[in-house]
């Protein structure tokens, strides 16, 4: 048995029964259904107390994003500098915590190069990326790209995310500041710049998030979301502006390939950016959304259009990452949830 | 076993079956709050709403005065036809499920068609909300819920002055103010506004109306609202509207001190 749920379920219960053992005995023996969400062929139970924490011990603010390292551990970062990083095993049980030195920790990418895994931490307090090995040493900066000639101050750039193409090359989203994508080499030396804000599509408006999209073998591409126009906007990889996913009331965060299908947290599903809503999206291999777990049904209409998404039940409240394993389960951050820990889903 | 220590057991027997899990259930949550798909909030004749959830097994009810709907409100079957002012307020109800918060929207029927001589602002609004300007209070658009969608007129601590010249003076007996409320944007309502009109541009004007605004609380929600001022009928080719902003932000706000902002989209005279 597990003891949160006996605390959750069996004190209330139990006092109950203390009080009023008709109402309790019949609210005891109401069956028990476990509530599934997603659509199609992703569908999920629902896991709200994994990975939960003594709050004394390993608080956090905004549970920002999730990776999974190559030892199957999933690592969750967040703005909490008493420990930045969270490591966890697949069961939600702690293996350590490291990081102390990232107030704006927000965006978390896990890179293998030549055997090792590294982690690229966008920080936007810092206005700066942070290369560090999987334990947490610092093995290269980023700061501000001064040599652009497109920002001025430090404070203009607010990394959110990064992305690692398979040459070592790295790609910044800078989707809280001038919303441009920076092109790096793998030693950090800029090599390109595109995007920015302005009319058309080739630009953005919170280029929040960005990921290598390796599904078509051999040519690599850039997924980058504009997350307040509700779009996924594929690039080349020296970005040319190649397709649209219009993906209407999902305010996407990051997109996340995994195996043929792309799974995306929308942190709400109307404005403000705090309504309390938010919802999983799940793309399938022809990018037609599959399935949209705590939300509503995914429909097209007849002329190929998605009709507009939105959270059907409250299990979530402004998802910011979906980190998948490999058994295709779902870790599920937070953002502004009243600092709670992370959420499981587990396919059925 | 002493019979003191039996007792606990069969109180506890029950709860077994619920420990045996963790996964959540439905009760555990709320139902989405319905979404409305509409022509806009302004209406000619008539305003065409559509509700929806997307949740199998899920009820709306929805009522249109502005209260919140319970098990019994009238139940959503078909479109809605509103025919006259309403204030839908839509929730959805499951048995598996806690119902959902209420989702709403205001319903209007437009006001006549005005020949604008001139539109002006006595201070220009935010240079980052400048809206469609002054004749854009009067075009018959209005915003959505987002105050960015380049409808809305923002003020930061400022009141605002408006003044229109008609070309030809249709009776007006009722005035509406379209205004944002968003405290957590630091958006807050008008404290009050004064219609005032003139036979002259230049002439006597003569107060003919006016409403105060009582001041939402930290639990108000963020929504669009119609602010009413009934008037003698009136056929003046002079007016001037005074919304006086909400002042400084109260104690219990985040921002306590600093001044509101106000956000309107649109002035009718009916």
């Known amino acids: ?348 | 076993m002493n019979k003191n220590h039996f007792i606990p057991l069969l109180v506890l027997l029950p709860v077994l079956p619920l420990c045996a899990q963790h996964y959540a259930e439905g009760r555990e949550f709320r139902l989405g709050a319905p979404q409305m798909e509409h022509g806009g909030q302004l209406f000619q004749d008539s305003a065409v709403v559509r509700l929806s959830l997307g949740w199998e097994g899920a009820v709306i009810r929805y009522t249109l005065d502005g209260s919140l709907p319970d098990e019994k409100s009238a139940l959503y079957r078909e479109p809605l036809v509103i025919w006259q002012d309403a204030r839908l307020q839509a929730r959805a109800f499951h048995p598996s499920f806690q119902p959902s918060e209420p989702s709403g929207l205001e319903f209007v029927r437009r006001g006549q068609k005005l020949k604008v001589a001139s539109a002006a602002l006595g201070q220009a609004p935010a240079q980052q909300y400048p809206g469609r300007g002054a004749n854009g209070l009067v075009d018959g658009r209005k915003g959505s819920a987002d105050f960015r969608d380049g409808e809305w007129l923002g003020f930061n601590g400022a009141d605002v002055v408006f003044q229109l010249a008609l070309e030809d003076a249709a009776e007006t007996s009722e005035i509406l103010i379209s205004a944002l409320s968003d405290p957590g944007s630091w958006i807050f309502p008008p404290a009050a506004i004064e219609v005032w009109a003139g036979a002259k541009e230049e002439g006597h004007f003569l107060k003919i109306g006016e409403a105060g605004i009582a001041p939402p609380g930290p639990e108000a929600l963020a929504g669009m609202a119609f602010f009413r001022i009934d008037i003698p009928p009136t056929a003046a080719p002079y007016w001037e509207i005074r919304i006086r902003h909400f002042g400084l932000l109260p104690e219990w706000h985040q921002g306590k001190g600093a001044p509101a902002w106000l956000f309107i989209d649109e002035i009718i005279f009916r």
Not at chain 1, 94 to 105: D, F, M, N, Q, R
Not at chain 1, 201 to 207: H, L, M, S, T
Not at chain 1, 244 to 263: E, F, K, Q, S
């Open chain 1, 1 to 348: 048995m597990e003891r949160r749920a006996f605390i959750k379920y069996g004190a209330a219960a139990l006092a109950g029964a203390i009080l009023a053992p008709a109402a309790a005995a019949r609210a005891a023996w109401q069956p028990f259904r476990e509530l599934i969400i997603g659509h199609n062929s992703h569908r999920y139970r629902i896991d709200m107390n994994w990975g939960a924490l003594n709050a004394q011990f390993y608080p956090v603010n905004d549970c920002h994003e999730m990776v999974q390292d190559s030892k199957g551990r999933i690592l969750l970062l967040t703005n909490h500098t008493r420990n930045n990083v969270i490591v966890y095993d697949k069961s939600g049980r702690l293996l350590e915590v490291w990081g102390t030195e990232y107030p704006g920790a927000h965006g978390l990418t896990l890179s293998r190069e030549n055997g090792e895994d590294f982690l690229y931490i966008s920080d936007n307090s810092r206005h700066e990326v942070i290369k560090t090995t999987i334990d947490g040493r610092v093995a290269l900066i980023l700061p501000w790209p001064a040599e652009s000639g497109k920002y001025e101050r430090a404070d203009q750039y607010i990394p959110t995310e990064t992305a690692v193409a398979p040459n070592g090359d790295i790609y910044v989203a800078d989707g809280y500041g001038l919303q441009y994508i920076l092109h790096y080499n793998a030693r950090g030396e800029l090599l390109n710049i595109f995007g920015g804000r302005g009319e058309g599509e080739q630009f953005f408006d919170n280029a929040h998030g960005i990921c290598l999209d390796t599904r078509s073998p051999g040519s690599p591409t850039l997924l980058i979301t504009a997350r307040m126009q509700n779009k996924l906007k594929r690039f080349s990889l020296d970005g040319k502006l190649l397709e649209l996913i219009h993906l209407p009331g999902a305010y996407i965060c990051r997109p996340v390939v995994h195996g043929d299908h792309v799974y995306l947290a929308a942190l709400v599903s109307r404005l403000p950016m705090d309504s309390g809503t938010g919802f999983i999206t799940i793309l399938g291999p022809d990018n037609k959304v599959v399935s949209v777990p705590g939300g509503s049904r995914p429909e097209y209409d007849a002329g190929g259009k998605l009709i507009p998404l939105h959270q059907a039940v409250k299990v979530f409240r402004h998802p910011h990452d979906v980190c998948v394993d490999e058994d295709e389960n779902l870790y599920v951050a937070q953002w502004n949830s009243g600092k709670t820990y992370p959420v499981k889903l587990e396919r059925v």
